[in-house]
């Protein structure tokens, strides 16, 4: 077959466990190839279908996301190494990133940034990227997720400006240490624990930054009555949330003396809030 008849065939395949069945296998046929996808697309009748691709394609009719397979993911203006240590970043993520920039648009771009949870690194990195004379902290539990957070942000030029530290915010103390910060991100376990999750999430993803107890609040709990400890007078703290948990995590944010506004994403869906105090 040539590329091209392979990709319409791979697309009829995938369309039994993707939702973007043609761009998966795009995307894979890309990899396989060693060439970036729009090249791959205007040379598609020139080209030989590679061996691995057939790998890469059974790896995903097996449920496993197209991220893990080419071990890497686009997030805002970057792209990620990422691995099943770290959560695949998405585009709905990028509305934190939206946020903070609307809010800083008319006050002093933010010295300091913490990114709660940082995985891959992506929410921390995407910040540096566009504040580019701020510094960042991030923290997690997961060492490996650490290490490819490191390696990413070595790669993208950002080792000087950002410190990687292994923390829970589950531990006493844990924060004793880090000062204040002017914008704080955190994309948290927020799934419930008997969500009907698609089998590439479940299956794949790492479940200890899925999960948050029965009603997905656990991390939300610990973490927003510890803002004010955090934040600079005038910062933000902007949270990650899951569908339809806005009225509890606004209500929690106004219980603990924040004022809280939603975000939402490209598909109308409040998918962040934001924290900030009702003075600033």
């Known amino acids: ?16 466990v993707s939702e973007t069945p043609r761009l998966d296998a795009e995307l894979l046929m890309a990899h396989a190839l060693g060439i970036s996808r729009n090249d791959m697309l205007l040379r598609a009748r020139d080209l030989d279908v ?7 394609l059974e790896r995903r ?34 509305t934190l990133i939206e946020a903070a920039i609307a809010y800083f648009s008319d006050k ?20 540096l990227s566009v504040f580019q004379t701020a510094e960042g902290v991030a ?63 479940r299956d794949h993803e790492p479940a200890s930054a899925l999960f948050a107890g029965v009603d997905g609040m656990d991390e939300y709990n610990i973490l927003i009555p510890q803002m004010s400890e955090l934040l600079s007078p005038a910062g933000i703290a902007i949270f990650e949330i899951g569908k339809g948990q806005d009225e509890a995590v606004t209500r929690l944010a106004q219980q603990n003396g924040f004022a809280a506004e939603p975000h939402r994403d490209l598909a109308g869906i409040v998918r962040a809030i934001s924290l900030v105090n009702p003075a600033s």
């Not at 590679?50 to 890469?56: I, K, L, M, R, T």
């Open 1 to 16: 077959m040539s590329v091209s008849q392979q990709l319409v065939a791979a697309t009829h395949k995938l369309g039994a």
């Open 50 to 56: 590679p061996a691995s691709f057939v790998v890469f």
């Open 61 to 94: 009719l097996a449920h496993e996301p197209v991220a893990y397979i080419r071990g890497y993911q686009e997030f805002w203006d970057i792209t990620l190494a990422v691995t099943p240590d770290t959560l695949i970043p998405r585009g709905d993520s990028e």
């Open 108 to 127: 002093l771009p933010p010295a300091r940034v913490l990114d709660l949870g940082t995985g891959s690194g992506a929410l921390l990195l995407a910040a």
């Open 139 to 201: 923290i997690d539990t997961s060492e490996r997720a650490l290490t490819v957070a490191k390696g990413n942000s070595e790669r993208l030029g950002f080792g000087e400006r950002a410190n990687f530290l292994h923390r829970s915010w589950r531990d006493d103390e844990w924060a004793a240490d880090l000062g204040r910060f002017d914008l704080i991100l955190c994309n948290p376990p927020y799934v419930e624990l008997d969500a009907d999750l698609a089998p590439q999430v």
